[in-house]
């Protein structure tokens, strides 16, 4: 390498130090160890014949060149031909740079592309800042650059991205590099598929249940006012006691006698999680509580046994934002914790001694919010039984379980084998598999906790230890823990005098809304007319107006307590599409997108406001008709 060429190396990789000093400070902290200890036999940027660089790689004993040797450019045409159609503000992902040839033809075909790198291997990574200046790429549109092998890393700024960006989302790939590195492309392309799948499921929960979580929080409000908060009241006061949690995995049938004899001679609190419940009346066994979560109307059959029977020693722990129907007519005692997903309590109340209150954190599973509660009041060892998260057989559910039905040939078809207990295959579903995966991430989260896996055959859950019940019985359960009547207690004294403060405010908010979606609706008006009338300036100036009412909405106490999460999807693809529409440079387009994009936003918001009006009256005469007989 001749002189000048290497001054022109250390100019360029100085200058883009800076650049990710600057605006990517992580990746700068990655490869910077590497610069005083690169392995020059492991890859060398080489000269070919031609005057062309290409980047060698010693792999294995065998070095393979990530560029053509006779002419990179007109190869990194070729790899940019087999991408077509691609919009205008479509969102791409670079993997792997080499020297950057495939990514300077791709850019220069489609200017327009809002863009990440991604390069595994620090060393490649290395040599393409030593030889590539960044000042040379369109900046603008340059939104991350990430490097190596941490999946934790990768994960959350693939997860941002697929936030971002829920359209027009393109991966392009240097081809040698992944036949170079084969092991790190499949673990980026099976974690980019698995991040969809997550936040495609995360979508569809939230769009599913956005509106039912709030009212339901709304509806149950008066329970809330009424019982216990089982956190409030109890927290930390069965420290080191035993607890079993009791799901309806078919291996609990096994466990009936076993946990007949624990709950005979109160040697375990054993709480039942969703429709265990039901195998436990079966069998004439009645939990010391059950609790529910779930947020759909269909919640309410667990419990239709209960109800009939008119059962009142079992009681209830609902999260606040359960389908209000669950809690109808419940024969027994019931106390609360405030769920995640309970905008309205997490508003109106606090108590004297804490403006924070404790709550539990929404999962896809009752189990795991129980997991979390049982943690929170002191429990431990947590035992876990009938919790399969798998299909044994043909059976998905315990006896009792009524409304279970058998796996059908098709979900064995399309079911995923796991690890069982014993190490072993055993197959199971998304949806169960989901669940064990947060329980698994709940237990990482307390490293003190001990927890036992009782479940015969079920899938493997990292972090238990997995011990037949018998055994649990000789080695942990030796003498009657359970008081008597454990959950009786007062309805909590919430500070009914920031209720009264809270209430006050919400109505002159309330108040404020019909004046803000008439705003909002004036604002997108004479913006149509506007742009229509090709009065691009004065569209501009109208812009900011939008804004101003949209921060006024944002703030407003209605709407973010109840409108806004009940719209939280829409809400979030309007907030990451604002990028996009601001850098449309078509102003009609822009305008008409902008247009387009907010009203039906407003349209929706509009709807659940008058939705919700008479819930609202409902529910602030009973908040007055509470203070009236404490204060």
């Known amino acids: 390498m001749n002189w000048q060429i290497g001054r022109q190396i250390q100019v360029i990789l100085v200058d883009n130090i800076n650049i990710l000093k600057d605006g990517y400070p992580k990746v700068w902290d990655k490869i910077k160890d590497y610069e005083d200890n690169l392995d020059s036999n492991y890859i060398k940027v080489e000269e070919t014949k031609k005057g062309f660089k290409t980047l060698s790689i010693n792999k294995d004993g065998k070095n393979m060149y990530m560029h053509s040797k006779y002419n990179p450019f007109r190869e990194a045409e070729a790899i940019v031909d087999e991408y077509e159609n691609i919009e205008e503000g479509t969102n791409v992902i670079f993997y792997g740079t080499g020297l950057g040839y495939h990514i300077d033809a791709f850019l220069k075909r489609y200017p327009n592309v809002n863009y990440y790198i991604y390069e595994p291997i620090p060393e490649v990574l290395y040599a393409y800042l030593s030889n590539k200046s960044l000042k040379e790429l369109p900046s603008k549109n340059l939104m991350d650059i990430i490097v190596g092998l941490d999946e934790e890393e990768i994960a959350n700024c693939l997860g941002n991205f697929i936030d971002k960006n829920r359209r027009n989302v393109q991966i392009v790939e240097l081809p040698i590099h992944k036949q170079i590195f084969p092991d790190e492309y499949k673990k980026f392309l099976k974690l980019f598929k698995k991040i969809i799948k997550d936040k495609r499921s995360g979508i569809y929960t939230d769009y599913a249940f956005q509106k039912r979580w709030i009212i339901n929080s709304m509806k149950n409000f008066r329970e809330v006012l009424s019982t216990p908060n089982v956190i409030i009241e109890k927290k930390g006061e069965f420290k080191d006691k035993p607890a079993i949690l009791v799901a309806a995995g078919p291996s609990l049938n096994e466990e009936i006698e076993n946990i007949k004899y624990i709950k005979e001679k109160g040697l375990a609190y054993i709480f039942s999680v969703g429709s265990a419940i039901n195998t436990l009346i079966y069998h004439d066994i009645y939990p010391d509580a059950a609790t529910t979560y779930d947020p759909t109307e269909n ?47 997490n508003y109106f109340l606090k108590t004297e001694e804490s403006d924070r209150l404790d709550i539990v954190l929404d999962a896809p599973s009752i189990a795991v919010v129980t997991f979390q509660l049982l943690y929170t009041l002191g429990f431990n060892p947590i035992i876990l039984a009938g919790q399969n998260f798998a299909y044994r057989g043909k059976e998905r559910h315990s006896e009792g379980v009524y409304y279970s039905s058998e796996v059908t040939e098709q979900e064995m078809e399309n079911g995923i084998w796991v690890k069982d207990v014993y190490g072993n295959e055993v197959l199971t579903n998304e949806g169960f598999n989901n669940m064990r995966n947060q329980m698994e991430l709940y237990i990482k989260r307390f490293p003190n906790l001990e927890v036992i896996n009782t479940t015969k055959g079920g899938a493997n859950i990292e972090g238990t230890t997995f011990m037949e019940l018998e055994e649990v019985m000789d080695k942990y359960l030796k003498e009657k823990v359970v008081l008597d009547n454990w959950l009786e207690g007062n309805k909590t004294n919430y500070d009914r005098e920031y209720l009264k403060s809270q209430l006050e ?27 229509k009338n090709k009065n691009f300036n004065q569209a501009e100036k109208m812009y900011v107006k939008l804004d101003e009412v949209t921060t006024k909405i944002e703030n407003n106490d209605f709407f973010k307590t109840f409108i806004l999460p009940m719209n939280r999807v829409n809400y979030k693809i309007l907030a990451n599409s604002i990028d996009s529409l601001n850098a449309e440079k078509n102003p009609l387009t822009k305008g008409l997108r902008i247009v387009d994009s907010f009203r039906n936003f407003i349209d929706l918001c509009n709807r659940d406001i008058e939705m919700i009006e008479p819930i609202y009256e409902e529910m602030k005469e009973e908040i007055i008709f509470l203070l009236r007989m404490i204060l």
């Open 299 to 345: 919640n309410q059959k667990v419990f239709a046994k209960v109800k009939e029977k008119g059962i009142k020693d079992i009681p209830m722990i609902f999260g606040s934002s359960v389908g209000y129907e669950t809690i109808l007519g419940y024969p027994g005692e019931k106390c609360h914790m405030i769920t995640s997903q309970d905008t309205v309590s």
């Open 505 to 531: 405010k919400m109505d002159k908010a309330y108040d404020e809304t019909k004046k803000l979606v008439k705003d909002y609706y004036s604002a997108l008006d004479k913006i149509l007319m506007l742009v």
